[in-house]
Every structure is written in C-alpha cells, then in structure tokens.
C-alpha cells in the first residue's frame, strides 16, 4: 500500500472513530416471507472473549413478511438476525441502515438445531454496495476460506516452510492488510491472515507476540482480533514457565488472591501490559471454570473481585456477562416460566423442594411420545419423590395446544409449552429431541443429560430415590438423597 493511500486510510479511520463516540441509531429492515407471524431478534455481540450476545431489539414479522428493527451502538459491532434458532451473522456499522431480504432452507428450518446441518438464514442487501464493510468483509472471508481451503492440509502437516509464503502471496495479489488499529476492515483482514502465521510459528510465542498483542490496542470488538486472542493465550496460565503450579493452587485454591495473582503473571515478558495482562487472566479463570483441579467456587470469587476492582470497562462487561450466562444456564425455579394449556405461566419454583425431571418434545417426535408412555409409570411410582414436567417446544402453539387437549388426560405431570423461547433453547444446548434435564430440590440443574427414559432412567431412580418396600427389601441399600 502506498503511503498516500494509506494516510487517506487512517484520515477515515480517525473521522469513523470521531463520530463513534455518540450512539447513533441503526435502522434494520426487511422482508421475511416464510416467517410471518414469527419474532425476529437482533442478537449483538458485546463480549467476543466469550462469543456471548444479547437480545438488542425484537420484531415480530407481519403477514406480508415485512419487520423493523432499531438498535443505537458507539462502535461496529458483530451482529446476528434469527428467527427461532436460524441465524445470520453480519456487522452493524454506527448511523447506517440496512434493508435485508431473508431467505432459508425451509427443511432444516424446522429443526430445533438448524445450523448444525448448514440451514443459516440467508440475508442479502436490497443496495449493492462494494464500499459497504459487510461486502468488503465478505468477500475477503470467502477468498481467505477458499485459499486456506486448498492448502490446509500442507499447512498443518506438510514440511515445506514456504507453503506459507505461497499463501499469503496468493491472498496479498488481491488484497493488502497492514496494522491500522483505527481501521475496522484492515485490522479484520490483518488479524485473520495471523492465523497462518500461528499455525507456522507455533513455536516461536515471542514473535506471534510481538507482531499481534505488544501494543496498546485491544480491538476487543473485532472478531479477528478476538479470535487470534483465544487461540494464542488459550491455556496460557496452565502451561506458563512463569506461573507455577503452586501459585495458581495458592492464590485460587486456597484463598481467592487476585493481586498476588497478578503481580507475579506479570513477570511473563508477554504479560507486561496491565491491560493486556487481565484479559489474559480473565480468559484463563474462565476456562478453569471447567476444571477439576480448580475450585469453581473460588474462581467465581476471583472474578467477581476483579469486576469490582478493575479499571478497564470492557473486562468489568465480559465479566459480567460470563457470570450472568453461568446462571441463565443453570435453570432455575426462580428465574425460567413456561405456560400451561390455559395459557397461565407456570414456574418451576412451585415444586421447590422435590427434584424435577423436565423432558423436552415436539408433538410430531415419535420416540418423544413413546417417552411419555414410561413416564406415566414412573410418575405414579415416585409421586412425591420427584416431580416429572414434559416441556413442548412446537414452533406452533396451536399445535401444543391440539396436543394436549387429545392426549392431556393421560398425564398425570404437567406438559408445558416454551413460548418461542429460542434463546433459551440454545443456552441449553438444546439440538435434537428427546432432550432432558434433572433438576435438585433447589431448583438448580444437577445433571444436564440424565439418562433417557427409555436407556436408564428407571434404574436411575429405583436407585437414587427407592421407595419403602424396597429399602425394606434390601438393608444395605442407601437412599443418596436423603
């Protein structure tokens, strides 16, 4: 890039920048005929460490397939559209408006899961517009992917170290990225061609370091960026020449110590920025969440210590969103609600005291109904004991509703209906059906895959919760939950 192009870059960074600092409202509108009558979300990602995003505005799509939405944002952000639990990813430049027309594989939209089988909504731009940063970010991506593609396996395996020039050769002849940190575009496409380098310098972290993170700039809403992040400081503090064992024992284990934590990561030449340094720490409690040698309860603790303590905002938010997705994840009593057939909400928290076994199902999943029929056994056997719920997620209420008013006098345990609420499903990690959760007397999940009626479940409970004549039976047996 010429020096006069690139100062033309950075006068427009820096205008983009200027303007960013006052929210201004984006406009998205559009038509999705195959969804009328259905919502559609806007789904922002304001915490890329953790690829958490939130519910910024909602429509709900009228008979001609026509929806609105609006959103304010300070800077460009990544964003989603979905309707039920199809999405379609793309970024949200401040002040802009867009006009989309929605499009999707009507099959796998009926999925609970459809992205699992490739069934994206499709969104296309009613203005063509090369300059647009959608259209430029696309159309790099699809060229990158095409590239990295065709000599992946020579990458990853082959020996010849010029493999990696040739790529960046082949990308370079189309489009050229330098580090611009103001400008989105540029950083985008440098961040993402960093990927090859960390695939060719893996063993030497001093370089990958000093060309991506030995700055002042966290580009903590550029997915490239974030992503380069992940992969590079993934594990870090576990497997650190200059964090011990006995350190991280000492200070998460023992008694949640942040700043001694901190003081001594800080002697890694790689974690000399303080900012740097903290996001890489935040990062990596987050990660021993799912470790046994660390003590979850006091990494919760760490982290609330730094949300209270820490100076840079954007870590108090990832934060913040963690610990807020930690127990939207967990289900309970207290915070989830379905409806009944009456179309009254209907709370988990009314059978707080007695664990619950919750069976999700569609009315039109054979095996779901076939569950059903040993749940009926099961519910007179240990009435009292535990509490069963079967939790209907139709797309169609209506259909619920036909369901239960044929079939309802054959159950003796609550079946409920979800309300359209996708999110939920996908915080769940809700994919295919039967599904089921167990939850404790207390209203929290206690084994988010219990064994299926049909593989397990009764021996489970005969097990877990005996009744009477059967401890009677055996003296040795033990009840586990009394």
């Not at 969804?35 to 995003?53: C, P, Q």
């Amino acid at each position: 890039m010429s020096r006069h192009i690139g100062h033309i870059l950075l006068i427009a960074s820096f205008l983009v920048t200027t303007v960013s600092h006052a929210q201004t409202p984006v406009t998205i509108t559009g038509t999705a005929p195959f969804a009328a009558g259905e919502e559609i979300r806007l789904l922002v990602f304001h915490d890329l460490l953790n690829g958490i995003a939130d519910v910024a505005a909602t429509d709900i799509i009228d008979k001609h397939g026509r929806f609105a939405l609006k959103y304010n944002t300070t800077d460009i952000e990544l964003a989603q559209l979905a309707i039920r639990t199809s999405k379609a990813e793309f970024f949200i430049v401040p002040a802009n408006s867009y006009s989309f027309t929605i499009t999707v594989d009507s099959t796998l939209y009926q999925l609970i899961n459809p992205e699992k089988y490739g069934g994206f909504l499709q969104i296309e731009n009613a203005v063509k517009d090369t300059g647009d940063l959608n259209f430029k970010i696309n159309r790099f991506s699809q060229y990158f992917s095409q590239v990295s593609d065709a000599y992946a396996y020579a990458m990853i395996y082959g020996s010849e170290a010029n493999v990696f020039d040739t790529v960046r050769d082949i990308i370079a002849k189309q489009f050229e990225f330098q580090y611009v940190p103001e400008n989105f575009y540029q950083s985008y496409g440098y961040y993402t061609l960093g990927s090859i380098d960390l695939l060719q310098y893996r063993k030497k972290p001093i370089y990958l370091y000093q060309k991506y993170f030995d700055n002042d700039q966290i580009l903590y809403n550029n997915p490239a960026y974030m992503s380069l992040f992940n992969q590079f400081y993934e594990g870090y503090l576990y497997y650190s020449p200059y964090v011990s064992k006995e350190l991280l024992d000492r200070t998460i284990n023992e008694s949640p110590d942040y700043p001694t934590l901190f003081n001594e990561v800080g002697r890694d030449p790689k974690l000399a920025n303080a900012r740097l340094r903290e996001l890489v720490i935040i990062k990596n409690l987050i990660e021993f969440l799912d470790n046994k040698e660390f003590d979850r309860g006091n990494i919760i603790k760490v982290l609330d210590y730094i949300r209270k303590t820490s100076s840079f905002d954007k870590h108090i938010a990832i934060i913040t969103s963690k610990l807020d997705q930690i127990e939207k994840n967990h289900v309970t009593a207290e915070t989830v609600s379905f409806l009944d057939e009456k179309g009254h909400k209907a709370k988990l928290k009314q059978y707080e005291g007695t664990p619950v076994y919750l069976q999700v199902f569609q009315t039109d999943c054979i095996n779901c109904v076939r569950e059903m029929m040993i749940i009926k056994e099961l519910q007179k056997k240990y009435e009292g004991k535990v509490q069963f719920v079967s939790l209907c997620v139709d797309p169609k209420k209506s259909t619920y509703l036909a369901f239960v008013k044929q079939y309802g006098k054959q159950f003796d345990w609550p079946v409920l209906y979800f309300d359209a609420q996708y999110d939920w499903l996908l915080q769940q990690g809700i994919e295919t059906l039967p599904d089921h959760l167990f939850l404790n007397a207390n209203g929290t999940v206690s084994m988010r895959y219990p064994p299926a009626p049909e593989q397990g479940l009764p021996e489970y409970l005969q097990m877990n919760y005996p009744n009477d004549s059967q401890e009677e039976e055996n003296p040795m047996f033990q009840n586990r939950n009394k």
